[in-house]
């Protein structure tokens, strides 16, 4: 019976252990953002303080289809410090893979009311005029 017992709580420490890593979720990250609108994150002056990214404040994974606007110096902290809390999860293979529908638009950042927002870059196509064709003479 007493050597029952190591054996049993060895089994049942390991299954709790495989299930933890069973569910593949990275552990959480405390966040650098106070909020959705914290200016040190997210306030901008002009549109080059911001850029597009698909790194999320408070995740290992990134964001599977879609950008978001941040400050590109908030980016430069968050980096590190994901890199410090996450790891390589992204490596282990404990993210999901993205398989996204073709989006036929493009954004960038931009400033608008001093937060950075993604938008829709505007393109103009050149439309160029057909000639007309040459009339055929009639006989």
Not at 31 to 53: E, I
Not at 61 to 74: Q, T, V, Y
Not at 92 to 103: F, L, M, N
């Amino acid at each position: 019976m007493p050597l029952r017992l190591p054996f049993i709580l060895a089994l049942v420490l390991s299954l709790v252990g495989v299930s933890a890593f069973a569910t593949g979720r990275p552990p959480p990250v405390p966040k650098l953002a106070s909020g959705p609108k914290d200016t040190t994150a997210y306030g901008c002056r002009k549109d080059r303080d911001c850029v597009l990214t698909r790194r999320i404040d408070g995740a290992c994974c990134p964001r599977l289809c879609r950008s978001a606007a941040m400050r590109g110096d908030f980016k430069a902290r968050l980096m590190p410090h994901l890199k410090r809390h996450c790891g390589d999860a992204w490596a282990k293979g404990r993210c999901p893979i993205a398989k996204c529908r073709h989006d036929p638009n493009s954004y960038v950042a931009r400033c608008v009311q001093s937060i950075c927002t993604k938008v829709v870059k505007v393109t103009r196509k050149r439309i160029r005029k057909r000639r007309p064709r040459p009339r055929r003479r009639q006989r």
